[in-house]
């Protein structure tokens, strides 16, 4: 009842908007912040990461630990690029509320691989807001980008056909 209430109403639309809004300012906030500094490296956050992974109660993860010893860190130019950009990236698109729940996906993404590696911060309120965005689906870019170029793109699709006709 409450996830048909996310995706189907009118008014929760704009609610939506707001916190997408506020989500996107962030990514979008903290993405720029890395890019235009110039110097973000992501290497000394994962080899704190794997310092945490040892103990009987490790704050990250042993399978987490091996990804980032064994994947992450070999590839630190990939992830030095990724980070920044796809932060700032998502920002952009939620703030404009194009392919949302994509780039709401993978700010969600982000913030899971932020705690599996420790790092608490903002990311628990961040990923509540985002869960709402992505059950809402459609109806969190009605008030946005979305409610054109989803339309557009796949005009077969009754959700969209519904978010036209509502809105």
Not at 3 to 16: A, D, P, Q
């Amino acid at each position: 009842m409450f996830i048909e209430f996310l995706r189907t109403n009118r008014y929760v639309s704009y609610v939506l908007a707001i916190i997408r809004l506020y989500l996107g300012i962030q990514w979008m906030k903290a993405g720029w912040g890395k890019i235009v500094s110039g110097n973000f490296d992501a290497a000394g956050f994962m080899q704190g990461a794997l310092k945490q992974v040892s103990g009987s109660h490790p704050a990250v993860q042993p399978w987490w630990g091996v990804f980032l010893k064994e994947l992450a860190l070999p590839n630190i130019e990939l992830f030095n690029t990724l980070v920044p950009w796809g932060e700032f990236l998502v920002g952009i698109s939620l703030i404009l509320g194009l392919f949302t729940s994509f780039s709401v996906l993978m700010g969600l993404t982000m913030n899971f691989a932020y705690m599996f590696s420790g790092a608490v911060s903002t990311n628990p309120q961040m990923i509540i807001l985002g869960i709402f965005i992505l059950i809402a689906g459609i109806n969190a870019g009605k008030v946005g980008a979305d409610r054109w170029v989803i339309h557009r793109l796949f005009p077969e699709k009754k959700s969209v056909e519904y978010m036209a006709k509502s809105a």
